[in-house]
């Protein structure tokens, strides 16, 4: 509890994102109002799934702990699908925009690429599925309280900021391959992304087992970390390039003999 | 106590979205032609915000478009316009909530009302207090459109030393005594010491700025950053003076009579907005908030757009109290004169009416103060956001004056409605078992 476990759940949780916000995003006016409009496409699917699970439990007996703990499952489950169906919905609306951009403008070439969109997009899902994960959670850790005293575990509050980590960072290469697929008609590389959505989330139900959830949670994430890179155009000697100083591209915009 | 509609009036005229001279931009006036705001004795300013201003502007904006600018909107130049805009109404959504997350001053229901809502609501019965809410609507959007029809009267008969003054009145006693209110909460929720002749100091030198920066010259950021404060004060005001149910309803009504007002040929902020064209004046400037400065070949001085909102915006809160309606806009109007002549290569930037931040401020600072959610507050952020976003397209679209409130408003109102009763408890029991979505 205390200051210092908000500081530092809340930097666990969103750091990386806020980085990667500030480095890349924020510079550029587009990319900030795609990423605004990923963040309100996943609160429309939130609220739909909510409103689905909530009138599921109206009508349901609500005293049975086991069947409002089936409905809430039943709930993830349909708040992962209508996510992805969501995240397809806005490429479709930015596939549709980008050809009437294109032909409004006078240029020849898009401002923003698909692949910068599916970035950004990716981010701005990311961004608000953690902070609706979180913040409450976050909220609460700065007042006073005892975790766990009722027998529950002691690691809630860093377990969630890692989870919420898991999630931003996920999202974002879901969007950057889920994009990818989309233009390349991959529709196998399609499922894959929707089921392992599905898979991190239902490795969640054996919490507060965190070594069943974080865990397998992780090594997807750095999966789908690396596909994401092959996807975006990288490659093992782009990286060592990269890491190594010698890209002579990127030395030449940046202005830097070697 | 009871504070009069005046603020109310200057809201509406504060409310609009007014493209500043932008031969490229079409722009978006929205005027609310809002009273300028009376300073009310019982705190409850409302400012008035006035859409006139853009008159002045918008026609300097199509006198000055002539020759060689394009029409076409290139997407980055409008993609950094919203941008423009985005970051004020975040910074002053940011202070209301942390301020009423933190002054608990600001969400005591105190048993004092303003006199534009004289019902009262009763917590008891369900039917009679909103019966009591549509009345207390019915009463203040009145007295808005009676402020605004009553300022496009005395624009019309150029009694602009009236609203000058009124202006100045509203925004002296928005700088001074709604900062000093402010600050004596933040003190008492802090517990810090203060001693009154450090306190004088403090406020006199704020007041004295802000009022030399809204209504003079000033640097742009000082004037910006002014007139955030003060639409922070006035949404702090009203969410503190307004009764629960009232507000909403409040909300939905200002936002249909935006529409109305900006949008019909006959609606009073229309006429403002072409009056103002045909005298070839801008129109209040002290109540909209601009991005941008347009410094114009071998003028003086700048324009100092912020501040015309600034004074409309506190016009509107004087009155309030006073009960009288004076339109400050008028006065404002004169000051903004960033004759657009001389077309500057400048980026013009973009207007939004002073009205239409306290409004958006109004609508989270609601959402934070009912329940502990932060989720809530976020959709509402998010929402008023997006609909920002479209409004700026619709404008880039139609190229004319567009009232900023409807779409943000009713984005704010859905999302807060639909989050606080159904993603609420999804959320609280996914959180309770740790799931993750």
Redesign the interface.
Known sequence: MTVAVFFGCTFIAFGPAVALFLFTIAKDPLRVIFLIAGAFFWLVSLLLSSLVWFITVQISNKNSASQQRGLLIFGVVLSVMLQETFRYGYYRLLKKANEGLLALSQEDTMPISMRQLAYVSGLGFGFMSGAFSVVNILSDSLGPGTVGIHGDSQHYFISSAFMTLAIILLHMFWGVVFFESCERQRWWALGAVVISHLVVSCLTFVNPHYQGSLIPTYIILSVMAAWAYLCAGGSLRNLKLCLTCKDKDFLLANHRPR | MNTSDSEEDSYNERSALVQSESPTIPSYNQDHDMSLPQETDTKRRRPVSSVLDEPGPVEQERASTPDGEEE?????YG??H??ML?IPVTLCMVVVVATIKSVSFYTEKSSQRLIYTPFEEDPNSVGQRLLNSFLNTIVMISVIVVMTIILVVLYKYRCYKFIHGWLILSSLMLLFWFSFMYLGEVFKTYNVAMDYPTLVMIVWNFGVVGMICIHWKGPLRLQQAYLIVISALMALIFIKYLPEWSAWVILGAISVYDLIAVLCPKGPLRMLVETAQERNEPIFPALIYSSAMVWMVGMADSSNPDSADERQRNEGGARAQEGVESEDDVAQGGRRQYSAEEDLEEDRGVKLGLGDFIFYSVLVGKAAATG????TT??CF??I??GL?LTLLLLAIFKKALPALPISITFGLV?YF??D???R???????A?????
């Open positions: 076409e909107l290139t997407l980055k993609a950094k919203v941008i985005f502990g959610d932060w989720n976020l959709a998010v929402a956001l997006i976003c999302f639909s989050t009763n159904l993603v408890p999804f959320m609280d029991s996914l959180a078992h740790q799931y993750y979505i």
